[in-house]
């Protein structure tokens, strides 16, 4: 992979030259609260090592929107929210979630709404500093290797770049006389020491590699009905987590015409008590203690026997959300230890 140096003064005028490349995306703060969002001018981004409670998901599998148009004479695909964007200021984990939601959505039959969306967007990585929650060196995901068109490593004055594709080469020739090729053994050793910095400042571990067998052996483990008498099923540990991806379909009919309406599309969870009900009133996850599990065994273990990675990217922000400290860093610490926390 080809591997550029540019000094930091540049960043503000190179990223502007890009607004070619599609509408502008990253994160900003909107009311207060950091947010990934469409921004006009590339001085309202808000780069950082705080990440967006809502992940990046939300661009590409939104929280609501109109997947088809009916009347009496059949359906219309709606794909009006595909643009061309280039999404600036995307964390490395935030990367893996990404590949995540591909290896589901993208699976034959693609989904066509996340494959367009995917397909019209340029990701431009930027490195961080972990936060207290991170967990994202024990999951693998603090690093990324594909899944960007360019990616900039802050050295404070000057940032590595690694260019991840055809498209980011396009974005580089747009102010070519920025990047310098030499990358001398002084820059990597920068590269080489912030890394081991890096490494450093995680705080917290989970040990992915053993949790699918400690998830199979713990099927009727007391934990689940300690965690499932705080759980307040409200769902927020679903809307932060960059692989949740359950979603419902509704029907909405105009109320001037009963043969015409909109086909929505919303993000569901299985937290929800209603998720899992059925016709005739049957439902397969009443009981709190069954959802919790099936949540963490899907995270923990299914997700990896199937793609080969676990569904947790580590970006912590379950332990930032859940107001009762179910998280997944509690959940597998309970799990392994055999005993629930103690108050
Ligand atoms: S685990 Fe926490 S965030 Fe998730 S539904 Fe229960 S209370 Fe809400
Ligand atoms: S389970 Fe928690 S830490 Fe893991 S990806 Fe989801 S929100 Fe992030």
Redesign the pocket.
């Known amino acids: 992979m080809r591997i550029l140096k540019m000094q930091s003064k540049f960043l503000d005028v190179f990223l502007e030259s890009l607004e070619k490349f599609g509408a502008l995306y990253g994160p900003v703060r909107r009311n207060g609260i950091l947010t990934f969002d469409r921004v006009e001018k590339t001085s309202e981004l808000e780069i950082s090592d705080d990440h967006p409670m809502i992940p990046l998901k939300k661009l590409f599998h939104p929280k609501r929107f109109t997947m088809l148009h009916f009347n009496e004479k059949g359906f219309y695909p709606d794909y009006s929210m595909i643009e061309k964007r280039i999404i600036i200021g995307v964390h490395p984990c935030e990367i893996h979630g990404l590949l995540r939601l591909d290896e589901i959505f993208l699976k034959e039959p693609a989904d066509p709404y996340y494959a367009g969306l995917r397909e019209n967007s340029l990701i431009i990585g930027f490195s961080c500093m972990p936060t207290e929650s991170s967990i994202c060196k024990s999951a693998g995901t603090d690093i990324v290797e594909e899944g960007f068109d360019l990616f900039f490593v802050n050295l404070k004055e000057f940032y590595l770049v690694w260019v991840g594709s055809s498209r980011g080469h396009d974005m580089i020739y747009e102010r070519e006389e920025f990047f310098e090729e030499d990358v001398s053994h002084d820059d990597i050793q920068k590269y080489i020491e912030w890394r081991n910095k890096r490494n450093k400042v995680f705080k917290t571990h989970i040990d992915f590699k053993s949790m699918p067998d400690i998830m199979e052996l713990s099927h009727d483990s007391e934990v689940w009905d300690y965690?499932a008498d705080?759980?307040?099923?409200?769902?927020?540990?679903?809307m932060v987590c960059p692989t949740c991806n359950c979603y419902n379909v509704t029907d909405v009919f105009d109320v001037t015409n009963e043969t015409t309406g909109r086909r929505e599309r919303v993000w569901d969870s299985c937290?929800f008590v209603d998720y899992s009900l059925v016709s005739g009133d049957h439902n397969f996850r009443a009981k709190r203690a069954d959802r919790?599990k099936l949540w963490y065994t899907h995270k923990l273990k299914s997700f990896g026997s199937e793609y080969g990675s676990p569904g947790c990217i580590g970006c912590g922000r379950?332990v930032e959300?859940?107001?009762?400290d179910?998280n997944v860093l509690t959940v597998s610490q309970a799990l392994t230890n055999r005993e629930v926390p103690q108050k």
């Open positions: 965690f705080k759980c307040l099923s409200c769902g927020q540990c679903s937290m919790l379950c959300t859940c107001p009762v179910i």
